[in-house]
């Protein structure tokens, strides 16, 4: 038990005094007290750093944040020791058993109670990172400059020009894009399908300026997107994006890949907790 638990409850240091506590006195030891927390420098109430807000993300808490938090669930008495030992948000999902009881968290149902509020958190935390959008847009209609917007106006009426339209996440990429296998009568008699590929399968990005005759400054940027060729998928059409887009773009897919490939291992462990 921690230094300070024992500070606040000197009877459970006495000479002779057995090693298992009653209900009550280890529910009481294992409780600080506001005062005690308040005493930490700029502390804060748990609802101030918390607040209703359920998609709060603990990676960015503080070692005062993770305090407060420790006291929501009941484990307050070892704020301090987390405190000292300069533990934040961003660090409680590689704490193991041995780290807790080098922290005073003796107890094994202490242990176990906090291995699994710490999973509860990267599991959301993961999630989170997973579903939010990074990035999203409508792909160009007019993708070859002026000669290619005056051919499509020619030819074909401009409500059937609906632009493809993409959205990153960080588990996946969605392409909603014309369905030609679907493609039924006239012109404007199109359907639209939307295709997830899973960030995993991604091999490769690249991205280039496609040049056109008479330019005007409205021909597209292609991002090309490679699937890995071991899992026969099919290939996914270039996006087209505005004019100097293409590479901040494929930056973004290329981090969203890189940042998926290092939370999958996290989320394995955490889902066996």
Not at 17 to 34: G, H, N, V
Request: with cysteine; aromatic share 6%.
């Amino acid at each position: 038990r921690s230094d300070w638990a024992d500070e606040k409850h000197p009877t459970a240091r006495r000479s002779g005094a057995p090693q298992e506590m009653s209900r009550e006195a280890a529910t009481t030891a294992r409780r600080a007290t506001k005062a005690d927390l308040a005493s930490l420098p700029e502390y804060k109430p748990l609802k101030t750093i918390l607040g209703h807000d359920e998609d709060v993300d603990a990676a960015e808490w503080s070692t005062l944040d993770v305090a407060n938090w420790l006291e929501s669930i009941g484990l307050g008495c070892f704020a301090k020791r987390f405190a000292e030992h300069k533990i934040t948000g961003d660090l409680l999902h590689v704490l193991t058993e041995d780290h807790l009881k080098e922290l005073g968290v003796s107890l094994i149902g202490d242990r176990a109670l906090l291995m699994h509020q710490i999973a509860r958190l990267w599991r959301g935390a993961v999630h989170r990172r997973r579903f939010r959008t990074i990035w999203e847009a409508d792909g160009l209609v007019y993708h070859g400059g002026c000669f290619d917007w005056c051919f499509k106006q020619m030819v074909c009426h401009p409500c059937c020009n609906d632009p493809d339209h993409y959205r990153l996440t960080g588990a996946a990429l969605y392409v909603t894009e014309r369905d030609l296998k679907r493609h039924k009568g006239a012109c404007c008699q199109t359907s639209k399908h939307t295709r997830a590929i899973d960030l995993s399968v991604i091999a490769g990005v690249s991205d280039f300026h496609r040049n056109a005759v008479c330019d005007c400054c409205c021909s597209a940027d292609v991002v090309v997107v490679d699937l890995d060729k071991e899992k026969g998928l099919e290939p996914v059409d270039p996006l087209l994006v505005t004019k100097g887009d293409g590479h901040v773009v494929a930056q973004k897919l290329r981090a969203a890949i890189e940042e998926a490939q290092t939370l999958a291992p996290g989320m394995q462990h955490m889902l066996r907790m």
